[in-house]
């Protein structure tokens, strides 16, 4: 009797891990559409291109989830791909720019970000190994990190994508690598820090 209790707890728990991880992500993914459709996830800067933070939600949902296993990777993956079909749609609906309908090939809009989730996942996965006593407050400097550097990998796949199709040059590409992505990095980093403290209790 008590195999079989502790056999239907442990089922009862990765069910409610696994209801977690999809609410999560859900709402992550509705974040990113939101963002997307107000144009609010874009914030102007003063090299003329705005910078973006729509790629939060896809490291909120790597890092947020379960540390342990694969639960991380797939939320990732799920909200990249939301994040990628609203840029592709959005680009087909409302083009605001002259490089905007170079993102209605899914190679550009959807598959940069997906691979974007895959190196944050791994990223995160591996930076975790120094969080040996799983200290929540070292797992939020961990998250920053990987904000940071996910940001970086996430602008070096669209822009290295917008290269291949000829939409910017290669000279441009590192301009824009330089000029906004720190700065989008940093963003990147405030809304990861604070959305990981409030997620773990932290004041």
Known sequence: ???????????????????????LAGALGALTVLLTATRLGFIPWFTGAAITVL?????????????KGFAGLWAGLGVAL??????????????????????????IS??????????????????????????????VLIIAL???LGTAVHAFFVLGALVIAG???????????????????AAAVVLTSAAAASFKGLS
């Open 167 to 185: 939409a910017v040059p290669p000279a441009l590409m590192w301009a824009v690598l330089v000029s906004n992505t720190i700065a989008e990095a």
């Open 55 to 67: 790629h939060v939600p896809v490291i909120l949902a790597v890092c947020l989830t379960d540390a």
């Open 82 to 107: 939301v994040f990628g079909l609203s840029s592709l749609v959005y680009a087909v609906v409302s083009p605001s720019g002259p490089i905007d309908p170079f993102f209605q090939n899914p190679l």
């Open 110 to 139: 959807v598959l940069p970000r997906l691979l974007f989730a895959l190196c944050v996942f791994f990223l995160y996965k591996g930076l975790s190994v120094f969080n040996r006593r799983r200290s929540a407050a070292f797992d």
């Open 146 to 148: 990987t904000a940071f």
């Open 1 to 23: 009797m008590k195999g079989s209790e502790k056999m239907s707890a442990e089922s009862s728990f990765k069910q409610n891990r696994t209801n977690k991880t999809a609410a």
